[in-house]
């Protein structure tokens, strides 16, 4: 167990940041306190990322990217093969994504939130078209179901092949790629078809 | 490559989108590293757990409230729908002018125009307001002012949204009475607030500056100035556009630096005070002053050579706000030297550029910044900002035929950007 006042010593030395994946994995499931930074250390970089482009907003992802260390902390016992701590990080990263949209889904179901627009400006985009733009894509994405919607992202976005797809998702390549066609087809139409105004002019004029 | 054998082709606009976001939502900063891992060991420790039975319980006893407060929601909504039918639809109408595809609002006459809504809202734009609606539905209205002033009639009664974008910030809005100005060609922007409140987020401010009724923001991104005043109730109902703005809210300025040794603070001090992301916080309330003062009780050169990269931003951001060009241009340099690679140092190099630009002979210094900018982020998110400034600066220094080739690349990279004007005009036969 970590101490409530992480020490100074908790500074991970630079033979520790050599440890491999399967040590760090070891290391963190026999409660060492130096395992838990270094694994923010070594994965936080690519839980945050995904996050932030599955979920359009930094701000979220910095909540999603804390749940999902979180996760890892709590079930690191359960890891078979150590070696492939990245993966398991991942996965977990995965799942905790899914379960965060299908809430998002809930939640604007029964009204209690709408869900929060792209928070594009701490990202430093100064230029009003790719907010727009930007703006308008995540919330085409607000409306893919949420298997959907991150095999969308990890494809076009991240640029994994579908056989990555596939094993970090824990899904058949077939499943994945019908996902996939399902989710492009549907945002290259909604894309296509959206002026932006044709709401608004239908509805309002 | 972005299809494979099998896979549908995608339209151009989402391949756009998805490249957009790919080169904007990049990694995260060392800075949001370390605020997240402090969060996750925050949680990961003891005081956290709970034994196992005790979660139990209270998940239990968390199911049961939920499944309640589900059902009481599923009665309100649908006894609300029920007895009043849907929510009505935003519905809007123009006096003066007439809308475009695309959302264009093109007037007709030279008196302005008037957008009325049917919830209550109003938007009254100025003549030769340049300005679009981009999404009018039944959640709110988006609405972008490109060049001029409209004046903004936001009701309070209902819950739907409502932005602004102006030039490059943006404005989000819920029930209030505003003005807002934009000129692209002084670049500044001007907002009065005479009731309600607004959020207000762009490129000067690194966060987002929250503004209450009477007061008055003026960002000039030329000059880099950024005002907050307050205003008397006569001054916020005027509307004139060229009205000079109040004085600045009183500001006992941070003394620069005494010459000879400075006083070292004790290391610990520095720590408290720079490195708990505390003017980070203070910078997007507007509490510039107060960033300042902490600088000037711990000492400059301490503060400059031990303080945390996000502090060290927000110092030099508080300092170009206050009109601190020295201070500014030290921590902006202390930045890109001590995190060299950072975000923040590439961020910080362009605004050298820009506190530069801000002396009356610091034009070549300033194009110098540019180009290491453009050198060392050629995908940078402020690209087409650091070419287009060098552009201008450019035409200013050498003459438009030196810049006419930089206004060719501005076209080719940011066709629709914000300085795209500019590189046509000098473009022009």
């Known amino acids: 167990m970590l101490p409530s006042h992480v020490p100074l010593s908790l500074v991970v030395g630079q033979d520790r940041r050599a440890a491999s994946d399967g040590d760090l994995a070891r290391a963190l499931s ?103 733009l930007l703006r308008r894509f995540y919330r085409l994405l607000e409306r893919l179901a949420p298997r959907d919607r991150i095999v969308f992202v990890l494809r076009r976005v991240e640029s994994m092949s579908v056989e990555e797809i596939a094993a970090a998702t824990k899904s058949s390549e077939s499943t994945v790629k019908r996902s996939l066609a399902r989710a492009s087809s549907r945002m290259s139409r909604w894309m296509d078809d959206e002026p932006r105004l044709a709401d608004g002019e239908k509805q309002g004029r | 490559m972005r299809t494979t054998i099998g896979e549908p082709k995608e339209s151009p606009a989402l391949t756009e989108a998805t490249d957009l976001c790919r080169d904007t939502l990049g990694p995260p900063t060392p800075a949001e590293l370390d605020r997240g891992l402090d969060g996750f060991l925050a949680r990961i420790s003891p005081n956290k757990t709970r034994p196992r039975r005790f979660v139990r319980w209270s998940l239990a006893g968390a199911a049961v409230a939920v499944c309640t407060l589900v059902a009481l929601q599923v009665a309100s909504v649908y006894g609300k729908r029920w007895s009043a039918g849907e929510p009505p639809t935003l519905a809007y109408q123009i006096d003066g002018g007439s809308v475009l595809e695309g959302g264009y609002l093109r007037e007709s006459g030279h008196a302005g125009m008037n957008v009325v809504f049917n919830e209550g809202s109003r938007l009254t734009l100025a003549p030769g307001t340049r300005s679009r609606l981009q999404v009018v539905d039944r959640d709110g209205a988006h609405v972008a002012i490109e060049r001029g002033r409209g004046s903004f009639q936001v009701a309070h009664k ?62 000039n991104l030329a ?58 916080r203070k910078l997007a309330r507007g509490q510039w002053d107060r960033i300042l003062q902490d600088a000037n009780r711990i000492g400059v050169e301490a503060t400059l050579s031990e303080a945390s990269s996000e502090d060290l931003f927000a110092l030099a951001n508080a300092a170009r706000y206050r009109h601190r060009s020295d201070l500014a241009r030290s921590a902006l340099l202390a930045e890109r030297r001590r995190f060299p690679g950072s975000t923040r140092s590439l ?64 076209l080719r990279r940011f066709p629709k950007g914000n300085y795209a004007g500019s590189a046509r005009e000098l473009l022009a036969p």
């Open chain 1, 30 to 132: 026999a409660g060492e306190a130096w395992a838990a930074v270094e694994t923010w250390r070594r994965f936080a970089p690519m839980v945050l990322t995904l996050a932030k482009r599955t979920l359009g907003s930094p701000s979220e992802a910095d909540d999603i990217g804390q749940d999902v260390f979180c996760r890892v902390y709590r079930k690191v016992r359960t890891l078979r093969e150590p070696d492939s701590f990245r993966n398991f990080v991942y996965t977990c990263a995965l799942r905790v994504l899914q379960t965060e949209l299908h809430r998002k889904k809930m939640r604007s179901w029964l009204s209690f939130q709408q869900p929060a627009l792209l928070d594009c400006q701490g990202s430093g985009t100064p230029d009003v078209e790719s907010r727009d």
């Open chain 2, 347 to 410: 961020e910080a190099i362009y605004l050298l550029g820009r506190v530069e630009e801000a002396r009356e002979t610091g034009t070549a210094q300033a194009i110098a910044w540019y180009d290491e900018y453009l050198t060392r982020a050629p995908t940078g998110p402020l690209v087409g900002e650091a070419l287009g400034r060098k552009m201008t600066l450019t035409d200013k220094l050498e003459g438009p035929a030196r810049a006419r080739s930089l206004a060719e690349e501005y």
């Open chain 2, 223 to 280: 000059k880099v100035q950024t005002v907050i005043t307050e205003e008397t109730p006569e001054q916020a109902s005027s509307e004139s556009p060229s009205a000079p703005p109040a004085p600045a809210v009183t500001a006992p300025g941070l003394q620069p630096p005494a010459p000879g040794p400075a006083p070292t603070p004790v290391a610990s001090t520095v720590a408290k005070l720079a490195g708990d992301h505390q003017w980070g």
């Open chain 2, 158 to 219: 209902s819950n739907r949204r409502w932005q602004v974008d102006v030039g490059p910030f943006l404005v989000t809005v819920t029930g209030t009475v505003f003005t807002v100005s934009w000129d692209p060609v002084s670049e500044e922007f001007d907002l009065r607030l005479r009731e309600g409140s607004v959020v207000v987020s762009g490129p000067v401010s690194a966060g987002e500056i929250a503004l209450r009724a009477g007061q008055r923001l003026v960002a």
